[in-house]
């Protein structure tokens, strides 16, 4: 097999497309050779005679586990031939699923909760596996050209023939590995933080969930008011109909005493509405905060619903920080129906309002192409302005952009430039890149 000849086949079902090309996009700029059918066959192939020829040339198969490709004849099919081919079969397991019998004894991959982990690992089998085979390519080739030479001439000739592009490719292929898990433990890191801050604000939310508990006391207390008002007007209308004749009160015997008391209780009554109706309304950094409340179950149980209800009326009432915190909602699926487009409309509300934290995520959206064509020009721009309005995440990003050329030319120096001002503003995720690159901060 050539050394460039892609060494693992993805089975998959068409409805885990998304999931799959992206994993081979990745596998791919980390510098591991596979084949997909939606990437890798050219203009002009036929489907049929394409796959045939890739699932019979490669020697591993990586396996797409979830309840739609087990139930797929086409990928049960191309199991049974990796099976009796003797070929390699890597099990990705990327959603729960009744795992086939002939595989449930090889070692799988789990992606069901940490994408970025599971990557680490794959790419670890694919990458260190067929550098050795193409170590060993390289070294056989000078051999067979050259007929009698002893073996030591060989090696030597071999070794002197290797041009400075190869090991320049070799060590490219290298950091952009280490690039690419780089971005995806970012991403994790910068979710982990939005978890962290709003435990930060814990005497915050409780002194919220406080207030919430005394209104709903008064709005209970407002009810039983009223009911006692309703009450005493059919007292009095019995009253009437039996002539004047007094109608007796489970809870005051005097009519004097009866009458300060319903004047008493109609005092509080206009204070309670008075209250009411003059009461100031929750600004929308409050509705924000609530939002942050019921997310994180501080004070009031957690519900992803009544979360994405408080950030959609902050959103709506224009605050920024909750445009963003709806689109996150949207994008994760917590408390909706997952729908990247609405994830991408409220980042870019977000964005326009000038929120630095919009346009980074929305840069995101476009460089994964989540909710919009994938478009790497947009993303750095949006990463770029987002850096400049001195967003500190935005920043490592927009190293990260021209460390590997993407939307902008690679530029190893600007990339030291970005992470660098990162760093200096304590981002832990540029200070790792700087390490990475063997610079200092």
């Known amino acids: 097999m050539p050394t460039d000849a892609p060494t693992a086949f993805f089975s998959y079902s068409r409805e885990d497309s998304e999931f799959a090309i992206r994993l081979a996009e990745d596998l791919k700029a980390a510098g591991a050779v596979v084949w997909i059918d939606q990437l890798d066959i050219e203009p002009g192939q036929e489907w049929d005679n394409a796959i045939e020829d890739a699932v019979t040339q490669c020697p591993r198969m990586l396996l797409i586990l979830t309840a739609a490709s087990v139930k797929s004849r086409k990928v049960r099919n191309e199991i049974a031939f990796a099976l009796d081919e003797g070929k390699t079969i890597i099990p990705v397991l990327y959603q729960d699923c009744m795992v086939p019998l002939q595989l449930r004894r090889i070692q799988h991959i789990d992606f069901r ?135 007796p009160s489970p809870a005051i015997a005097s009519p004097a005493l009866k009458k300060i008391a319903l004047a008493a209780c109609g005092i509080l009554v206009a204070a309670l509405v008075l209250y009411w109706a003059t009461r100031p309304k929750l600004s929308a950094e409050a509705m924000v905060e609530k939002g942050n409340d019921y997310f994180a179950g501080k004070g009031v149980p957690k519900d992803y619903q009544q979360a994405v209800s408080w950030y959609r009326k902050a ?127």
């Open 113 to 247: 909760t940490d994408y970025a982990r599971g990557l680490k690992a794959l790419l670890k089998t694919l990458v260190v596996e067929q550098q050795p085979a193409a170590s060993a390519a390289a070294t056989a080739a000078p051999v067979e050209s050259q007929p009698g030479v002893s073996d030591a001439e060989s090696k030597g000739a071999a070794e002197r023939k290797q041009p400075d592009e190869e090991n320049k490719s070799a060590a490219e292929k290298s950091r952009l590995k280490q690039a690419q898990e780089a971005s995806q433990e970012y991403l994790e890191r910068e979710r982990n933080r939005i978890k962290e801050r709003l435990l930060q604000e814990e005497e915050e939310r409780a002194e919220h969930a406080r207030e919430y508990a005394a209104a709903q006391s008064e709005e209970r207390y407002l009810a039983a008011a009223e009911k006692a008002r309703m009450e005493r007007q059919e007292r009095e209308r019995l009253e009437q109909q039996r002539g004047g004749a007094p109608v």
């Open 315 to 441: 959103a709506e009432a224009g605050n920024a920080t909750g445009m963003v915190d709806l689109g996150v909602m949207y994008e994760n699926g917590n408390g909706v129906q997952r729908d990247y487009g609405q994830a991408v409309n409220w980042y870019r509300k977000a964005a326009e309002a000038g929120n630095a934290g919009g346009m980074r995520r929305l840069g995101f959206m476009y460089g994964a192409g989540l909710g919009v064509d994938k478009d790497y020009n947009q993303a750095a721009t949006w990463i770029r302005k987002a850096a400049e309005a001195g967003d500190v995440d935005g920043m490592n990003s927009m190293g990260f952009m021209y460390e590997v050329g993407r939307g902008v030319e690679k530029d190893q120096q600007q990339a030291v430039t970005w992470y660098r001002k990162a760093a200096q503003l304590g981002n832990q995720d540029a200070k790792d890149n700087l390490k990475r690159l063997g610079v200092s901060p």
